[in-house]
């Protein structure tokens, strides 16, 4: 708990000049807001005396402090929630870098998908923000507390230590409540990770929910899930405002002791009306700090929550990690080799000690049932994860003594799932490599088979492509990621299915642009349509993680015993 605070603390200092600002102030008003009590003294005391002069002088200092008191408390309370909004946001930004760095396993193992992850930087992220904005709180109330519980001492010390006696009785009460309450705030925002996961999965998968005649069953799930969220919120609400009438039933029975002593010391002479104000005063200040302090308390228990949620993520190691002295890689390398290379998601392996070469300007196709192993094959290549046994090696260098940004260069993938940014259609071409000037665009849309289609687009090249590509079709959204991959000008190309989606005319125009790209590239081919790798020098064929079978087109089709041919006669 105290090392996660400290972490939080942590990043307020870059910001040392606002803190300042924040702790001069804070102090500043609540040395004078508990100084404005005792003017009451004063002001009665000089009634009482007959001092007209002195009332006025009184009465214009009360004045200029009220003013003090409403300047301060802007400025420590305005500056506190920028810096705490500067705060949130660095962790925000620090989120998505996280997101981006972590490998594919982490991506594809997270329970609750990228809706738990959206719900870390938007749901938590805010409950830090709302428990920074409260450090203001803490550098001004037991500032403000203590000069009050100082009034109370000078004015009465006798009365004051006895209310002194009630106040373990208070904090005792306090920590049975947080205790309790840190527990159900855990499991609200848990809740609130998988109702924001269950949205998402609504809005992504709206097309096939609808098909289905889902919709019912979605709403039932989320209603479930926001049920067992506003059963839990219910606890936590129950807890917290438990805190206020307590505290108010005891303030209040003190008020009235304390008017009924007052009352009696008043009759037999020992003390002034004007102590009477100021004492009742200050004792009614001081329940502001107390409940600012209770509130900070429980804040600061969701915060916690909120930031271990969002350090787990942060401190999270996996991803692919980069050597310290990376080697260049080879502009002109001439073999990519695998040498007993085996991989596994959790205990299930994927591929078992396979090896292989593809040299500069070949083009090779892995093709297989699902699940034999043939993407994690392209996925290892870009280091999107690393071998658990093996190496796979350039020019005898092994892939992980390169720069990871270096060698993604070096690499153009299209893939079957093509995703494009929710941008211009110019934008989505330049984002192969955007350190390349903009009038390339159109000479490789060409080459991609995409110009003409794009020209006819209301826009043209400034045409916005919608979320993931949705404005566009099948076909369409593939060219643009070809010509992203043109534009990228990698020297290996990977092809990951990239036709299997489309129907006939469309999978036409696309291989189009295909042949054209790969023209003078190494050419790494995912194949679902066998019909798409007869050019291709060699084959291989997976079944179980394992290669079973590789040679040519022809050489593979003729054995018909192969399952290849299988294959292959099935797509016939």
Known sequence: MYKTLVRILQEIKPYKKKLIVIAATGVLYAVVYARLALILKDINDSFQSGNQDKVGEIGLIAISMA????????????????????????????????????????????????????????????VIQDGLRMVADLFREPLLAVLLMGNLFYLNWKLTSFILVLLPLVLGFLRQISKSLRKYVIFGQENLEKITSIIKESVDGVRIIQSFNLENVMSRKLTEQTNEYLDIRKKVHSRIEIMGPVTELIATALILSIFFYFSVEVAKGNTTTGSVLAYITSLMMINQPIKKLQESYVRIQETIVAADRVFEILDNQQTVPEVKSPIDFPVHWQKISYKNVSFKYGSEWILKNISFEIKRGQSVAFV?????????????????????????????????SFKLKELRQNIALVSQDVFLFSDSIENNIQSGDFSKDKSLVIEKAKHAN????????????????????????????????????????ASILILDEATSALDA????????????????????????RLSTIQNCDRIFVLQKGQIVEQGNFDELVSDRNSIFSGFYNLQS
């Open 67 to 126: 003013l003090i008191v409403a300047v301060t408390r802007y400025l420590h309370i305005f500056t506190m929630n920028y810096v705490a909004e500067l705060i949130t946001n660095a962790y925000r930004l620090k989120l998505q870098k996280k997101f981006m760095e972590l490998n594919l396993s982490f991506h594809g193992q997270y329970s609750s998908g990228s809706g738990g992850l959206l719900s870390r930087i938007i749901n938590d992220i805010k």
């Open 368 to 400: 297989g049932q699902s699940g034999s192993g043939k993407s994690t094959i392209v996925n290892l290549l870009e280091r999107f994860y690393d071998p658990i046994e093996g190496e796979i090696l350039v020019d005898g260098i092994n892939l992980q």
């Open 505 to 528: 005319t469309s999978e036409n125009e696309v291989q189009k642009g295909i042949d054209e790209l790969m023209k003078g590239r190494t050419s790494i081919i995912v194949a679902h």
């Open 450 to 489: 995409a110009h003409e289609f794009i020209l006819k687009t209301k826009g043209g090249y400034q045409s916005q492509v919608g979320d993931r590509g949705a404005l566009l079709s099948g076909g369409e959204k593939q060219r643009i990621s070809l010509a992203r991959a043109f534009f990228k000008n």
